[in-house]
Each structure stands twice: as structure tokens, then as C-alpha cells.
């Protein structure tokens, strides 16, 4: 019977937000989930989206059939080139296996799906700490996991020697889950002398790299910059998977637009993975929907909306730096003690406070201020008629 089932504890991110919606206060601020907000904490439609839709809908030559299980043809195509760049050697030799996926998440499970199958027994490293729904998608799949260490609590800086400690231990052919730019939730990036290290490392010691790429164009505002690991790591002839979402740097995030990128050593290989990944594919969703990789699509090859699109990001970053500054000013006018620039020194959407679990609690209790207990602030939830109230909160509560 279904009376036996038990009651599932709420998501750690999204439960957050649950309690956000029941506050009625006007001093209410939610600060929790990853999704960017404009200056008057609303959602945000980029308006090339809005013509990309447009021109979609208006184009007859379009119908609503299934998809192939792979996906849309054309949106494969131009993600392989803004992940790897036009120039990549991999992508000119027919080397990457691309499938569309249900965003980043999607891309994620569907890769942890394939090494399951393929690579049994493989062990997945983690960084600690990391997106929290890494452990379950890699856990669900059937594969062990394993943390290595990645942030310095006491800089919040990157442990690089730590973290290169812990991936000199794992055994060959472990999968090592990086993030590309703008790591969740720390903010903190290998700076491009360590990238060089890390590729050198996993080479050597035969591990996998899996990366994680949530963020493209949302740490700089520069799309090619964003994407340097794993350019760096494609140029070195790495083997590789890339799990790419859209939800952030187009604003697509309820569209479920991603993909997940294997790249082979040779074109035979990518073949064979391709037919594997179909295989994955196939009794879990069939096909992936079509309307959010078309918009994607039409965004990445169309010169004109994908020039109208770099604008409208870079509107995006700049707001959320401003945001940054903003804060970190805010906190400091308070006379709280410590050393608050970590807020601007840290990339992309978050800044990890360092709050502890309790200060959380209290920031919500009593001042309505809603964010995980990881201590992480979505800066892109944040607006400038905000920041004083989030500022002296964090004061009193420390
Ligand atoms: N990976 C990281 C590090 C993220 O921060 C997110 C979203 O916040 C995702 C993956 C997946 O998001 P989506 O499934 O919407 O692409
Ligand atoms: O804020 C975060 O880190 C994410 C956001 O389907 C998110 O958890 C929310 C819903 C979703 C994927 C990511």
C-alpha cells in the first residue's frame, strides 16, 4: 500500500524557497536559488529570446514531431562549437558524441547513466564542497562517490594542494567532476597556471574529467573566456564528458535546454558512444522537447541575435557585480569586523559568507532573509533597495 511510504525530506536548495513563499513580510528576501533576477527582482526574459521565440513561431516550415533521441540536430551542432570553440580539433574530426539532455541535470544523469553501464565500479570524485545534487545523480546511477577538497574555509580561497592531494590518491580511471567557471557554491575558480596543473595530473594519473559546465558566459560576461578549462583540456587531446545547461547564461531554465558532450579518441569511438548514449536514452525519456533547443539554437547560429545576446549578458554579469560591490560595501559601512572582500573576489552568481547553519537560521527568524544553510547568497537575487537590510543582518547575527 502507499501508507507505507514515508515522508521525503524537502530539497536543501529548492525547500528554501518553499519557505520563502509562505513569508508575507515586505522585508522578505530570497537569496537561495540560483536564478537570476533584474534590478527589480523579477525574472527576466532576455529579449533575444523573446525574437528567437518569435521567429520560431512564425516560421511554417516548422512542425511539433518527435525528435530524433539525440535531439535537435542543428542545436547539437552549435553547442558542441560554444563548448570546444569552431576551431576545436576534436569537434573538426567528428570525435564528440553529443546528445541534447534536460539541461545541465539531465546531461549530468545521462552521462552517470553511461559510466554506470560502461565503467562499473568506477569511483566519481566530487569537489567538497560542490552543488549538492552531484552526489545523488552519480549516487542514483549506481556509481560510489567520493569528495576532494576543494575550498580553504579559513580563506575561502581554492585548496589547490589539497586538491591535488586527494586526486594523486584516487586509482586510474576514476571520473573527476570539475566545474568549468564560476564554481556552485564557493565562487571560487582555479586560476589558469592550476588549470595547466590539473590537466597535467589527470593525464598522468588516467582519470576521467567530467566537467560541469553551468556557467558559460555567467562568471565574465566573455563566453570563449568562460569556457578556458575545458578548451585547455580539449587542446591536450583529453578524453572528456561536458554536461552543458542553458538555464542560466540564456535564461531558459524551466526550457530544460542541454547536452552532454563525450569526446572520443577517435571518430569509430564516438560513434559507439553515440549509439550507446541513444541507448541510455531511449527507456528513460525517448526524445528530449523541442522548443527550448530550437530558441537555443537560432540564438547560437544566427550572427545577429547571438551579438544581441553578448550585450544582454553582459548586462547580466555587470548587474550581479555591481550587486557584489554593492554588498560588500553595505557590510563593511556596518563596522563589521573581518575581511568582507571575498564578496567581489568570488565568480559568478553566489558568494559562500562563510555563515555558519545557526546564523543562517537566525538571518531567516528574524530578519526574513532566506538562503541555504551552506551560508551561500545568490547575489543575483539581490537588488540595490535590499542590500542595507541584508547587511545588517549578517552584522547582528555574527
Ligand atoms: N550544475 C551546477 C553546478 C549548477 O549550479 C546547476 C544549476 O544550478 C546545474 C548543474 C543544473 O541546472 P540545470 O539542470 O537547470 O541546467
Ligand atoms: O541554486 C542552485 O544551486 C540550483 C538551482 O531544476 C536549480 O539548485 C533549481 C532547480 C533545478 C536545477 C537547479
Known sequence: SFEKVEQGPPDAILGVKTRFLADDSPESVNVSVGAYRDAQGKPLVLEVVRKAEKAILEDASRNKEYLGIAGDVKFRQATQEFCFGADAKSVKEGR???????SGTGALRVGAEFLATH?????????NPTWGNHFKIFGNAGLETAKYTYLNPATRGLDF???????????????????????N???????????????????ERQLLPFFDS??????????????????????????MMVAQSYSKNMGLYGE??????????????CARVMSQLELVIRPMYSNPPRHGAAIAALILTDPKLREEWKVELKGIVD?????????????????????????TDQIGMFTFTG??????????????????????ISVAGLTSDKLEHVAKAIRSVL
Open 256 to 269: 530544460r535546454v542541454g547536452a552532454l558532450n563525450v569526446v572520443c579518441p577517435s571518430a569509430g569511438a
Open 161 to 183: 594542494e589539497g586538491m591535488m592531494k586527494d586526486l594523486e590518491q584516487a586509482p586510474a580511471g576514476s571520473v573527476v567532476v570539475l566545474h568549468v567557471c564560476a564554481h
Open 185 to 203: 557554491p564557493t565562487g571560487v575558480d582555479p586560476t589558469a597556471e592550476q588549470w595547466q596543473k590539473i590537466v597535467d595530473l589527470l593525464t
Open 96 to 102: 564528440v558524441a553529443t546528445v541534447q539532455a534536460l
Open 319 to 343: 548587474r550581479i557585480l555591481a550587486m557584489r560591490k554593492g554588498l560588500r560595501e553595505a557590510i563593511e559601512a556596518t563596522g563589521a569586523p573581518g575581511d568582507w572582500s571575498f564578496i
Open 355 to 376: 555563515l555558519s547553519a545557526d546564523q543562517v537560521a537566525s538571518m531567516e527568524k528574524n530578519y526574513h532573509i532566506y538562503m541555504p544553510s551552506n551560508g551561500r
Open 119 to 127: 565503467f562499473a565500479g568506477t569511483k566519481v570524485y566530487i569537489p
Open 214 to 239: 553551468a556557467y558559460q558566459g555567467f562568471a565574465s560576461g566573455d563566453v570563449d573566456k568562460d569556457a578556458y578549462a575545458v578548451r585547455l583540456f580539449e587542446s591536450k587531446g583529453q578524453q
